[in-house]
Structure formats: C-alpha cells, structure tokens
C-alpha cells in the first residue's frame, strides 16, 4: 500500500476534515499517515490509521512555524512515504521540499485562503511572507484542493493552478435518527448554539451581546480559541452568566451530540478580508446533518447553500438590536421553522461527504 501523510499544525483532535480525507484514503487503497502537533493539553486519539504529534518548544508567532517546518520536515524524509499532503500554507514549506527531495507527488489541501485570514490583517510584514510563500510553492504542487468555488476561483486566476473543490461535509452514512424532536420539544429554553474556534471575525461577540435582548434562549460556545479569555470577560461584565455557556474543546462524536440538542446553528463570520467573505465553514453543514435550523452571515458562500435549500435564515447586519431579533425570528416563528425542519431532511441527503469524497478520489486515484 502507499503511504500518504497528511500534515496539519493542529494536535489533530477536533480535526475533522483531515480525518474524513484519511479514512477515505484508506478506503480508496492509500495508508495515511497524520502528522500534527502535541499540545501539554491534548487529549488522547483512537484512530484506526496511523497518527504522530510532534512536541514543541514553541506555540506562537515566527520561531512556531518555523520549528515546525524543521521538524515536519526532518520526519517527512526519514518515513517512507510516497505522496505528501500539506493541508493549509502553513504546512506547505516542509512537504513541498520533502516531495522534491524524495521525488514524490506533492498535493495541496486549502481549508481557506490563508493569506487574507483576519490574524493578517494590518500586519503587512507578515503577510508579505505568506503571500511570497503561496507564489512560490503552490504553483509547484502536483495537484489541489478546497472548500469552496470562490477560493478556486480566485487560486486559478492567480496562479492558473485548477483546484477542485471538496467541501467540508459530514459524513451521513452512520448517522440515525437525525431530527430527534424530542430533544428540542422537552427543554424550557431554546438553545443557539456556536461550534468552533473562538477567534476573531467569528461573529462570537456579536452573538454574546444580542443576547442581552433575546428571552426564553441560551448561547452554548463549544470551543476554544484566542479571544476565549476575553469572551469570559465580556459575558460576566453584561451579566450573561446565565444566558452564555462556555462548553470548551469536544471530541467529535461528543460534538455531534451537542449539535443535535440545538434548535438554531450560527455562522456569523464577519466580511475581515476575502477568507472570511468566501467562508463555507464545516459548522453550518454539522447543523445541517443534525436537523438544526441555521443563522448565517449576509456573505455569498453560506448564503447561497442556505438559501438554496431553504434551511434557515441570513442576518442582513451584526448590530446587537437587530441581531437579536433575527434570532427570535429563526427561534420562535414555527411556521417558519416547519418548513426548515421540512428542507433539512433533503439537504442533510444532499450535503454528505459520500457524495463529496468522490471528488476526492478523482484528485488521488492517478497516484495509486
């Protein structure tokens, strides 16, 4: 069998896109072999392919990436390893010298477009690099990928590099009864619930403060990130303790649990730069598959997959007043929600990533 390695620079965890390309690529034939990082507080993996976590001296900023790199890289060429992915520019750099060194097929996995994250947004010195970095290597790849048409649009006509597109789906073929009613149907308040990193330009603080306007619902933030201290303190100085719950990091059969108690999903991604702007996150096809109703920012990706299928509603502006009553609308207008609960069943077949992966094996199947 050959062996493909997947590098991420996350502890693998909570990864669900790279986990769903591994367990595809083995049953297309391939070994994967996942490589990411180990953090003093992660938690323990079961996965039925092989993984390493690398421990690090370093967690933020330049001298990160670049142990990083160094490390990836010296692993990379002592396994035998037969097709490199890198999964994010990040991650680029070690297997694109790997794969010239060893002579092996490089594949590129975007999960967005990195260099217009909003963590780049007036640093320009930094940007420049990324930016100098994604001219000079993804050019060179063998092939690529993303998550979305807008993003593979906009590589093609920089780079005139074809990506295909796999979306970020959940997998549905070991999914029952999705909609349970009764979940919904017994609890005295209505959940919104965000999942995600808690990270800037994810719409968290706007959510938190239309809270202060919304009765009879509570907010759940499963997840964790580089605002999260400060969210703590915004909720405690609007005295929302009751109203907003921090659920931290979950594994992923837990997060799917907590998914299906929700009665509303928000994407509230805030228009910081064209990655959010062409934002499809994984999250609003999560609510999707659970039968949840869905929130989603005024931006063209999630919009139009919402309004396509009729699964929800889109907020027209992020101000507190106005968000609040959105969410009381898509919470409390049943007539509404019944059509909603109606359309999700459809799309939740339509949104699969048995339907997705496909795509994925046209990209692998000439490196077999």
């Not at 201290?229 to 997060?255: N, S, T, W, Y």
């Not at 990655?275 to 989603?296: S, T």
């Amino acid at each position: 069998m050959k062996k493909v390695s997947l590098s991420v620079i996350n502890d693998l965890v909570t990864d669900n896109r790279v986990h769903k390309v591994a367990v595809s690529l083995k049953k297309m034939g391939f070994e994967p072999v996942l490589i990411g990082r180990l953090l003093p507080e992660s938690q323990t993996l079961e996965r039925n392919y092989t993984t390493h976590r690398m421990k690090l001296l370093f967690r933020k900023k330049a001298l990160f990436y670049l142990e990083y790199n160094l490390r990836l890289l010296l692993w990379l060429l002592k396994a035998r390893i037969d097709v490199f992915v890198a999964n994010d520019l990040d991650t680029l750099p070690a297997n694109f010298l790997a794969s010239l060194i060893k002579r092996k097929p490089l594949v590129y996995d975007s999960h967005e477009y990195f260099t217009e994250v909003p963590e780049l947004i007036g640093r320009p010195a930094i940007k420049a690099i990324w930016t100098f970095l994604e001219r000079f290597l993804v050019p060179k790849v063998d092939a690529a990928y993303t998550v979305c048409d807008s993003i593979a649009e906009v590589y093609f006509d920089l780079y005139k590099v074809g990506f295909k597109v796999v979306r970020n789906l959940p997998v549905c073929s070991k999914k029952e009864n999705q909609f349970p009613e009764s979940v919904s149907n017994s609890k005295s308040q209505k959940i919104i619930l965000y999942q995600g990193a808690l990270n800037l330009g994810r719409g968290i603080e706007a959510a938190i403060r239309a809270m202060q306007y919304l009765d009879g619902a509570v907010l759940w933030l499963a997840g964790d990130g580089d605002l999260t201290v400060q969210l703590i303190k915004l909720v405690a100085e609007l005295k929302l303790e009751q109203k907003v719950k921090f659920l931290g990091r979950l594994p992923i059969q837990e997060m799917q649990s907590i998914t299906r108690q929700a009665d509303l999903g928000i994407s509230l991604e805030e228009d910081l730069g064209l990655n959010y702007r062409f934002a499809l996150p994984n999250k609003l096809f999560d609510y999707i598959q659970a039968g949840v109703p869905v929130l989603v920012s005024n931006l063209p990706e999630m919009k139009k997959i919402v309004e396509h299928y009729q699964v929800g509603i889109v907020a027209d502006t992020h101000q507190r007043k106005e968000l609040a009553e959105t969410m009381k609308t898509a919470l409390f207008e049943m007539e509404k929600r019944t059509i909603w609960k109606q359309n999700l069943v459809k799309a939740a077949k339509d949104l699969c990533w048995e339907n997705e992966e496909k795509v994925l094996f046209q990209v692998y199947e000439r490196f077999l």
